[in-house]
Nanobody, 121 residues
Framework: QVQLVESGGGSVQAGGSLTLSCAASIERYISSAVCMGWFRQAPGKEREGIASIDMNGNIRYANSVKDRFTISKDNAKNTLLLQMNSLTAEDSAMYYC?????????????WGQGTQVTVSS
């Protein structure tokens, strides 16, 4: 079973940027996955699916991150990326890389341990 390992989280000031990475333990997993994406969860809040990309390259974003975040694949590195710009305090959360499930509704079947993003205003 694939393991997903996130990295790239940290602390940043409002208006700043971060790029999250997700490495898969199985070779060529990222390029061939039916559905991959990211979700986040802040303390006391429900999980929020924020971005997904399916095997045909169809990309979806939650309204909360649209036009600020970009999901992409680096197939050569077997890595999923999330470029986050114009960050606000509302973006502070644990971010999880996820795979499987149903992309259009951000429902995923498996995910990693997460990486923390903290945005200070």
């Amino acid at each position: 079973q694939v393991q997903l390992v996130e990295s790239g989280g940290g602390s940043v000031q409002a208006g700043g940027s971060l790029t999250l990475s997700c490495a898969a333990s199985i070779e060529r997993y990222i390029s061939s996955a039916v559905c991959m994406g990211w979700f986040r969860q802040a303390p006391g809040k429900e999980r929020e699916g924020i971005a997904s990309i399916d095997m045909n390259g169809n990309i979806r974003y939650a309204n909360s991150v649209k036009d600020r975040f970009t999901i992409s694949k680096d197939n050569a590195k077997n890595t999923l990326l999330l470029q986050m710009n114009s960050l606000t305090a509302e973006d502070s959360a644990m971010y999880y890389c996820a795979a499987g499930g149903y992309c259009p509704t951000f429902q995923f079947g498996r995910w990693g341990q997460g990486t923390q993003v903290t945005v200070s205003s």
